[in-house]
């Protein structure tokens, strides 16, 4: 037998024979087996997989194979997140066609993920850009439109110049496109949306439901939907207020502006009224008004996003319109437009009240308006000198309090001021108490070609009409150009224009295409039946769902997480799913981190190229081939634009995958960072080449397989059959939490004692042999190319992907001796540790000789002594 282990022939062997077994082949029913449906977040089809992957995919393959040792029927698929804009623009860049651009990189990364040696059902396996997926999801979309789910509606959207494209708020970061990094510009479009904020209020309650999602996420999530409950006021208007654009600029007595408020309570304190440059009463007054659209367009200049709203400095115009105070009879407000009011929040419009908003505040001091303290602190109740500070100051009151100069609300807590405010307002018909959102609906349409086209068509007789069932998928052309900017289907010589489904007349096919992310919302319940002819087999759908175990990275928490729990319900509702949560248990795994380097010129070096020397204790860095000096710099996330990345197949090809997946593993918890390190990935592969070394190494000193459980161990024996038992009792706890790491650490342990093992005798070599298999067993799951060979080595036939978990044995998980107190006359004096199945004389004697106990009897007469068993003993004298 070899005693060097050789990741590069051994790990091809045993994928090629789990492969031919069909190991990881799931069928949807096994034998009443019960169901287990791990999942890790699919890949985006870039070319390569990086460190990342290694890490996520490695963990999810733990759990899959951990179940499926454990009797679970195991679903673990994989696929492709495969439109987008990347392939796009290699298309535009390298002169290569998206579609088989991203075809080949799915391949080049399928055989990168296979050398991982993952449990993955390879038979499932789809790509969103196939047509049989994405015609799928044109048959979703149809559904959800007939349901309701589904709206059209014109609507600002953040257009990314570079790009050409809308993208969503959420890909707005910082005013700039996610992906383009270009500042972004707002535009009027007509778009496709997915009415999830109709789903707000579920979306909420149901996170409380979510008990394996991280905290964190619950909370993002729930910030994300906004839930904010206020009063919507109604304010009429006074002024020349235009009507419309037929009728000219008129008055008109019945107008009045709409604002939501969450703080109905300081109505007393409003001084001034505002509306965003985009509401609709501002585009009005701006049609005759030149210093309005001036004002308008230099608000645009901010960008959308909230962030840069929130931090801009606060502009306003007066519009000259007056707004009637609802509760001060002859009181008017003047009515701003200010660069501060989101058009997408709300009403588009507010009343101010600057002592208790700091906006407001900031908005005050600037244009000279009244700020009017309308809630005190409870120790400063009704305050003049505590009010005239904060008039004064530079910060609005936001807490809690007491409230003043409020006529019938004076006196009042918060909480109970609001209250009383709506109950008049609602009584006045000036108003209603209301839930607001900060959950906007989806915006769905994409002006690109590599995406999944909206399966609608547009008739300028009959208007917009789904395209007929049967006539789905809607397939792209392939004959395409990238040559300019815009969108290529858009473009297309023939490929728009077709009959309308209805009359029958030339009509236009919608050429805008789905955003990805709708993609990648349902294809965990496609994975279930990936071969329907229908979006899901809803039998196999409902019993395979939902995910017990997703994971991926935290950049997914409110998107991604979001949308698919919409999606979910939104299946639910069109019959495709009985259920709205798809995720029992989410994980969001760490980064994977490294050092940075750079050379003299201050450019960034890869790790590849940078070998490391230990000089005088100090590290020093130097270029390999130039010998040039290497400046090492501070450990951050992989990423290309430091270069500090690793190449998963070099490490796979220098150590083999196991060292790779037991690094991933070992280093720190799941949830955190790893830093990648040659000497971390040094001491995986050292540990690799010791296990295989034990194996090898105990065929003369461990009992034959098979031969019959000794009667007695000696001491050692059984401890070292105790800590092996001990091992897997916690490992197996450790794989059900997800503590890889604390695994990892268990069986340095367990190999420890191994190791420190001197077997003589029969008995002492049957518990070798134990402690060894087990050990190979708990390996099993993160190194399973090694634990194979090992296993097969100890003598076994069948693969250990075909063994069950082992079960640990109780009798050995309790500790011999234990420890327990002793009491004389109910007063603690001293502890007894004992063997564990003492009887109880013999407990009685010990804890009657201890030193301290005799002291306390102080040569009394023993009357009574109590023994609790395992507990305490409690002498009378
Ligand atoms: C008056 C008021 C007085 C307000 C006060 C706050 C404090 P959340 O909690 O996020 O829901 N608001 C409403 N619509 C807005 C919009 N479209 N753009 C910008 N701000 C808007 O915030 C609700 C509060 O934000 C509302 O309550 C409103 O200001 C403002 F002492 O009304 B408040
Ligand atoms: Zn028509």
């Given at each position: 037998m070899s005693t060097r282990y050789n990741a590069r022939t051994v790990e091809p062997k045993w994928q090629k024979i789990w492969e031919e077994r069909g190991d990881f082949l799931t069928r949807d029913d096994a034998g009443g087996k019960p169901k287990y449906y791990v999942l890790e977040m699919f890949p985006y089809p870039s070319g390569r997989i990086h460190m990342g992957h290694v890490r996520n995919y490695t963990m999810g393959d733990v759990i899959a194979r951990y179940r499926r040792a454990r009797g679970f029927n195991v679903l673990h698929p994989m696929g492709w997140d495969a439109f987008g804009m990347p392939a796009e623009n290699a298309a535009m860049e390298k002169n290569v066609h998206p579609k088989g651009w991203t075809y080949d990189n799915i391949a080049a990364m399928r055989s990168q993920l296979k050398a991982i040696g993952l449990a993955i059902d390879w038979s499932r396996e789809f790509a969103t850009c196939d047509p049989e997926y994405y015609g799928q999801e044109q048959a979703l979309f149809l559904d959800m439109l007939e349901a309701g789910i589904v709206t059209r509606k014109k609507s600002m959207v953040n257009w990314d110049p570079v790009d050409n494209t809308v993208l969503a708020n959420e890909q707005v970061i910082d005013g700039r496109?996610?992906?383009?990094?270009a500042l972004v510009e707002r535009r009027e479009l007509t778009q496709w949306f997915l009415k999830i904020s109709d789903f707000a209020d579920d979306l909420l309650a149901g996170l409380e439901t979510l008990e394996r999602w991280p905290e964190k996420v619950r909370l993002m999530q729930k910030n994300w939907i906004g839930r904010s409950e206020g009063a919507r006021v109604f304010f009429p208007l006074e002024g020349k207020i235009p009507n419309s654009a037929e009728q000219g600029a008129q008055s008109r007595s019945d107008a009045q502006l709409e604002v939501f408020t969450t703080r109905p309570d300081t109505l007393f304190g409003a001084s001034f009224c505002a509306l965003s440059p985009h509401h609709p009463l501002t585009a009005e007054l701006a049609k005759d008004n030149p210093a309005l659209q001036d004002f308008i367009r230099k608000c645009d200049q901010i960008g959308t996003s909230e962030e840069a709203i929130e931090t801009a400095e606060k502009m306003g115009f007066d519009t000259g319109l007056k707004a009637r105070h609802p509760f001060i009879e002859g009181k008017t407000l003047p009515v701003y437009v200010a660069n501060f009011v989101l058009m997408e929040y709300g009403t588009g419009a507010i009343f101010a009240c600057p002592a208790h908003d700091q906006r407001d505040f900031d908005f005050a001091k600037k244009y000279g308006l009244p700020i009017i303290p309308v809630v005190t602190p409870k120790d400063h109740a009704d305050d003049a000198a505590w009010m005239d500070a904060l008039v004064a100051g530079d910060d609005a009151f936001t807490g809690d309090g007491v409230a003043v100069n409020s006529e019938f609300l004076n006196g009042l807590d918060v909480t109970a001021a609001k209250r009383a405010a709506i109950e008049k307002l609602e009584a006045m018909g000036l108003g209603e108490g209301t839930v607001n959102y900060r959950l906007r609906d989806w915006g769905i349409s994409r002006q690109r070609y590599w995406g999944c086209p909206i399966p609608v068509i547009h008739c300028e007789a009959c208007g917009t009409l789904p395209?007929?069932?049967?006539?789905?998928?809607v397939v792209l052309p392939d004959?395409?150009?990238?040559?300019?900017?815009?969108?290529p289907l858009d473009r297309h010589?023939?490929?728009?224009h077709v009959d309308c489904p209805k009359c029958g007349k030339p009509a236009r096919r919608e050429t805008d295409t789905f955003d990805t992310f709708v993609d990648s919302s349902w294809y965990f319940a496609r994975f279930t039946a990936p071969n329907a002819a229908t979006p899901t087999d809803k039998a196999v759908a409902d019993h395979w769902l939902p995910v017990d175990q997703y994971i991926g990275g935290i950049e997914h928490a409110i998107l991604h997480l979001l949308y698919s729990r919409f999606f979910t319900r939104a299946m639910h509702r069109t019959g495709h799913l009985s259920l709205d949560e798809p995720f029992t248990g989410l994980f969001t795994q760490g980064m994977v981190n490294h050092e940075t380097y750079r050379d003299a010129e201050g450019r960034w070096v890869p790790p590849a190229e940078v070998v490391i020397e230990t000089v005088d204790g100090k590290r020093i860095a130097k270029h390999i081939e130039t010998g040039a000096p290497i400046r090492i710099g501070s450990v951050e996330k992989m990423s290309k634009s430091k270069k500090n990345t690793v190449d998963p197949e070099d490490i796979i090809a220098k150590y083999g995958a196991d060292t790779a997946r037991w690094f991933m593993l070992s280093d720190s918890p799941p949830e955190r960072d790893v830093q990648w390190s040659d000497q971390g990935a040094e001491g995986a592969w050292r540990f690799t080449q010791r296990l295989w070394r034990m194996v090898s190494a105990a065929s003369e000193t461990m009992a034959p397989k098979g031969a019959p459980m000794p009667a007695d161990f000696g001491e050692e024996a059984l401890a070292l059959r105790r800590m092996a038992h001990q091992t897997l009792a916690a490992a197996t706890e450790d794989f059900d939490n997800l503590r890889f790491n604390r695994a990892v650490a268990r069986v340095y342990e367990l190999a420890n004692a191994v190791t420190g093992f001197a077997p003589a005798g029969d008995a002492s070599k049957w518990a070798m042999r134990e402690a060894l298999e087990l050990l190979v067993q708990i390996v099993g799951p993160m190194m399973p190319h090694l634990a194979e060979e090992c296993w097969e080595a100890l003598g076994h036939e069948t693969p250990l992907t075909a063994t069950e978990w082992p079960v640990a044995d109780k009798a050995l998980l309790v500790e011999d001796s234990i420890t327990i107190a002793v009491q004389v006359n109910g007063k603690r004096r001293d502890e007894l540790t004992i063997a564990r199945d003492a009887d109880k004389e013999t407990v009685e004697r010990a804890a009657l000789a201890l030193e301290k106990v005799e002291k306390a009897i102080d040569g009394k007469p023993v009357r009574k002594v109590i023994v609790v068993p395992g507990k305490i003993v409690n002498i009378v004298a």
């Open positions: 496109g996610w992906r383009s990094g395209v007929p069932r049967d006539q789905l998928p004959d395409v150009t990238f040559d300019q900017p815009g969108n010589p023939t490929w728009k």
